[in-house]
């Protein structure tokens, strides 16, 4: 049984839901293998497969060299052999090694062999700031492997999601990268079903409806989202979309929003320059351009590297800056 058998009485966390997805998913199909740095016996940096290998022995929760470009390497293989690895990466930053083997040969597979290989590979990967750690370890690099044909993108932030999506992508037939939220790990719990479910990959979730403007996040940024929706008059309506997908991105839901409240904010974590929030926007121009009232409006990340301690708060939109925003598109 997975360690979150017992825990979810009080309810369980982001990091909590992850290993118990991944243990439900292990023990339902054997082609399920976990591996990367510290995996097994340590359990992981952020410990999100703590207990997986005494389960399931070394041979399938394995611990790698250090060397992002073999695990991924490794990985591709070992799907192209009819496996279903779940690599992970310790930190977003360390990606860059592996950069080559992700957008050039497992987001290229099913295209150069027209289908006869494809690459059930679901790489998670811990995103984003706000935890105080150095350089390398708190960027959000969504943007750039969206823009690669092949890949998905999914970006859960409560155990709920979580759990529901991890499985959708282990089970899906192409390479997802699965961006897990450092920042909300652990703070705070919700009760989830034990059993299996799934959640299907690229539909958005409307955390809450509104009819003055909507409000578009993914990530940790949606709690400061809601954070600012908190200090707002009663009067204002917004509702909130949480993405939770990235790619294939569900236009359908930011559309449908939009064209009803006529207002539109994006937040993001990441650069402003060339984020999603510019591909959102240019969705919102191009589909709702009748329908709007306001300019679409971006709050993100600064166009510079994430800084150090003092300073990442400051870097991270928070809710003053979402509602200062959200205020300023309403009064236009």
Same mark, same amino acid.
């Given at each position: ?14 990091? !909590? ?18 591996? =990367? ?38 990985? /591709? ?22 950069? !080559? ?32 750690? #150095? ?13 690669? #044909? ?13 759990? =529901?999506?991890?499985?959708?992508? /282990?089970? !899906? ?28 990959? =690229? ?22 989202? &809601? ?7 009663? !009067? ?25 409240? *006529? ?11 060339? *984020? ?36 990442? &708060? ?19």
């Amino acid at each position: 049984m997975p360690r979150t058998a017992v825990m979810n009485e009080k309810g369980l966390t982001l990091v !909590d839901a992850i290993n118990e997805a991944l243990a439900q998913e292990m023990e339902r199909d054997e082609r399920v293998v976990c591996l =990367g740095e510290d995996v097994g016996l340590n359990g992981g940096v952020f410990r999100v497969t703590e207990g997986l290998q005494k389960l399931f022995g070394p041979d399938r929760v394995i611990d790698t060299p250090l060397s992002e470009s073999g695990i991924l390497g490794t990985s /591709i293989g070992l799907a192209m052999g009819g496996l279903r690895p779940v690599p992970e990466i310790q930190f977003e930053g360390f990606l860059g090694p592996a950069y !080559d083997q992700i957008v050039n040969h497992a987001a290229r597979f099913r295209t150069r062999t027209r289908g006869a290989i494809t690459i059930p590979l679901t790489i998670r990967v811990p995103v984003g700031g706000g935890i105080h750690a #150095p350089e390398l370890h708190s960027d959000s690099p969504e943007a750039i492997y969206t823009h690669s #044909p092949g890949i998905k993108v999914v970006m859960p932030c409560t155990p709920y999601d979580a759990k =529901g999506l991890l499985v959708a992508a /282990i089970r !899906d037939p192409d390479p997802v990268i699965f961006f897990e939220p450092k920042r909300v790990y652990r703070s705070f719990r919700e009760r989830i079903p034990e059993e299996e479910y799934v959640i299907p990959i =690229g539909q958005a979730k409307v955390v809450t409806e509104g009819t003055d403007l909507t409000l578009v996040s993914w990530g940790a940024s949606v709690f400061q989202c &809601l954070e600012a929706l908190d200090g707002l008059p009663e !009067d204002v309506s917004v509702e909130l979309i949480d993405l939770r997908t990235i790619n294939p991105l569900d236009r359908d839901a930011i559309v449908q929003s939009v064209r009803k409240t *006529g207002r539109c904010v994006v937040v993001h974590e990441a650069v402003k320059t060339a *984020g999603m929030g510019a591909e959102i926007s240019s969705i919102v121009q191009e589909s709702c351009f009748l329908h709007l009232s306001a300019p679409v409006q971006r709050v993100c990340g600064f166009d510079t590297m994430m800084p150090y301690y003092k300073l990442e &708060l400051d870097y991270l939109p928070d809710a003053p800056r979402i509602r200062e925003a959200i205020e300023q598109t309403l009064a236009y």
